[in-house]
């Protein structure tokens, strides 16, 4: 795939958690959905898609995003005004040049508006969060995300760490929220690759 141009790998874009996603792929049913809040030009999803195909696994993957990056992210808003001012086309032509643009189902969007498309909560197997990273703007997809997720099912997302594109907001909304979590404030769910204990590192290096 990698000689063929159709690998993951030839996508740019911002990924260091190869290992939880082989680990999430293992984990997620055949006929089950997830989404990946926050896609940029889709080399995560992809990894995630190849991977669940190498599988033999049926499932549909949501990529959530405007397209237009994340504010006050020089290195975004540089990508997308040369795309035109969104980032769409080029996410598209991405998973159908790797092969898995049948497994991906686009919602174009306000990150925790976008979870109202489904209108059952409980839907997913797991959310990937990776949105926006101050504080307010986490704890609004937290709270929009987490109850679309089933009983049993994996909430998880991506710096958690202080400075640079972390910059504690993240950090703070998911201990704050994990609290809850652990008071007993919400159902079963695997707070992963969030772990409090041990928090991996993503400079948005691409």
């Known amino acids: 795939e990698l000689h063929k141009g159709t ?29 990946e809040v926050g896609v940029w030009l889709g080399r995560s999803i992809v990894y ?18 405007t397209f237009k990056g994340e504010d006050n ?4 808003e540089d990508v997308v005004k040369a795309h035109g001012g969104s980032i769409r086309s080029a996410f598209e032509e991405n ?7 049948d497994m991906i189902e686009i919602i174009e969007g306000d990150s925790a508006e976008s979870a109202r498309f489904f209108n059952n909560d409980a839907s997913l197997a ?4 990776d949105a926006a990273h101050d504080y307010k703007n986490v704890m609004i997809d937290l709270k929009a995300w987490v109850p679309k997720v089933r009983d049993g099912g994996i ?18 909304a998911v201990t704050e929220f994990c609290n809850d979590i652990r008071l007993g404030n919400y159902y079963n769910l695997e707070v992963t ?13 691409p």
């Not at 995630?48 to 995003?65: I, M």
């Not at 998973?95 to 643009?101: A, E, N």
Request: contains cysteine.
């Open 7 to 35: 690998d993951w790998s030839t996508i740019p874009g911002f990924f260091n958690f190869w290992n939880f996603y082989d680990y999430a792929a293992k984990r997620i049913n055949d006929g089950d959905k997830v989404a």
């Open 73 to 76: 992210q020089p290195a975004h």
């Open 48 to 65: 995630l898609a190849q991977a669940l195909k190498r599988q033999g696994k049926n499932v549909k993957l949501y990529a959530v995003d």
């Open 126 to 129: 797991m959310v990937f969060i």
């Open 155 to 172: 909430v998880c997302g991506d710096d958690f760490y202080q400075g640079n594109s972390g910059g504690m907001g993240v950090m703070t």
């Open 193 to 205: 690759k969030w772990d409090l204990d041990n928090p991996i590192r993503d400079d948005r290096q």
């Open 95 to 101: 998973i159908k040049r790797c092969g898995v643009f």
